[in-house]
């Protein structure tokens, strides 16, 4: 049951690391959205942004994704 306990904690951090990285989360969406037929890596750079943003942010609050 720790490994359950500690993926609920990790997930209780996504919000936080979300608000660290809104401007490419943004960017993201923007793109998704923009999309009328949305086909597979059509945002990938934004994606790839979004991730790298995320991946620090969570190093910087000590926990993983």
Known sequence: MEAVKKAKERLRQYPILLVRCQESASRYASC???????????????????KKCLVKAAASNNTRL
Not at 32 to 50: G, I, M, P, T
């Open 32 to 50: 998704v959205l923009a999309k009328s037929n949305l086909e597979k890596n059509a945002c990938a750079a934004e994606f790839n942004e979004l």
